[in-house]
């Protein structure tokens, strides 16, 4: 099923990385579709955080650095070419959000990035799934995407 899963999405494009708990990851000369599952042996991490004036819940997740390592990128010791690299996240609307890759380089912008799968303990609630985007430091919650679906890493040309 996931290899039919893994052809519809090359076929159809991001619009069928929606599916279920499927997560695309691209990078220059790699595709990999990814599921909930394959997620368990990646390092994981959590990140408590207040949307407006709701109360603090602890999202659950993987490290954005974690998750680009499947498709063969580094966030670590950027230097040259790989400064001009920047991260595309999708959400299942549509609605995206830039990233540069130097963000994520702890010697550099080192920012803290976790795709979470689980909030308070639990699965994310349909209105957030399959994935949600958070980013510690940012002051207001604009890039703090809910319903991800893509993660691309493109080059400048």
Known sequence: MRLSLLLLTV?????????????????????LVVHAADLAPLP????????????????????????????GVRSDSLRGRQLTLRIVIEASDGYRVVLALSDLDPTLGGRRVLVANQVDGQPLPAKEAPYRLLIAGDERPSRWMRQVVAIRVLDEP
């Open 44 to 71: 994981h991490d959590t990140m408590r955080v207040r949307f407006h004036e709701q109360p603090a819940q602890l999202y659950a997740g993987v490290p954005l650095p974690a998750l680009l390592q499947l498709v």
């Open 11 to 31: 076929l159809a494009g991001p619009a069928a990385a929606q599916a279920g708990d499927s997560l695309l990851l691209e990078a220059p000369g790699a595709r």
